[in-house]
């Protein structure tokens, strides 16, 4: 029988890439975003059964929607990946748009971890994968400050969950996906004028997927990022935050 996956923000950049890569493998979705119209044109496109569910993930009905309609069904693999990020100075920045990033980055997550790692717990198997970001494994990003604290949230919340599924020997997996960045569009909702380098989301996916396989707890792709990740231990904490805020106001240039 095929498995069978659930991917949130699936409409464009990694959860895109993600139903991609999960429908060559044999995989059948459900994918989850806003934006019916982009849902559509992606399943088209893929090869396995796939099915569509338009929610605003940045309402706590929502999220408990998403799970109700699942409470029946074996989700062997669920791709927590709905997210977006902002960048300004905190001072100018707007709050309606932090509350929702907030919402979506951290209350839906919370959520949709909770009751979908409830759901394995009793089905007895899944996979549960949090799609966090580099900036989670840092002390703090100025120029960035909430998304880069939402981050964090997922991070922590991932790691622990882990260690107690662990502790219990559970057979439900829970992993923390934390790239660098990556080429899609999260620079444009984000109002980044410049981008840095980053990675394709291709290469993140399959960076992605191998770490599942392999049960790792923080998945970070690319040897150059996570040698960087694995360095920062190193160094104090308020350089980390200059350099942070170096790298994020570059982004404000023209």
Known sequence: MPKFAVITGASSGIGAEFARQLS??????????????????????????????????????????????????????????????????????????????????????????????????????????????SAGLLPGGPYMATYYATKAYVVSLSQAVAAELRARHSPVYLGCLCPGPVHTEFNQVANVRFALPGISAAYCVRCALAGIRRRRTIIVPGPAMATAMALSHLAPRPLLVAVAGWQQKRKLSR
């Open 24 to 133: 060559a493998r044999g995989y059948q979705l459900l994918l989850v975003a806003r934006r019916t119209d982009r849902l559509q044109q992606l399943s088209a496109q893929l090869t396995t059964v796939c099915e569509i569910f338009p929610a605003d993930l940045s309402r706590a009905e929502e999220c408990c929607r998403l799970a109700d309609a699942l409470r029946e069904r074996q989700v062997d693999l669920f791709i927590n990946n709905a997210g977006f990020g902002d960048c300004g100075p905190f001072l100018e920045t707007e709050l309606d748009k932090e509350l929702r990033m907030v919402d979506v980055n951290v209350r839906a997550v919370q959520i949709l971890t909770k009751r979908m790692v409830q759901q394995m717990e009793r089905q007895g198997s899944g996979a549960l994968l949090n799609v966090g970001s």
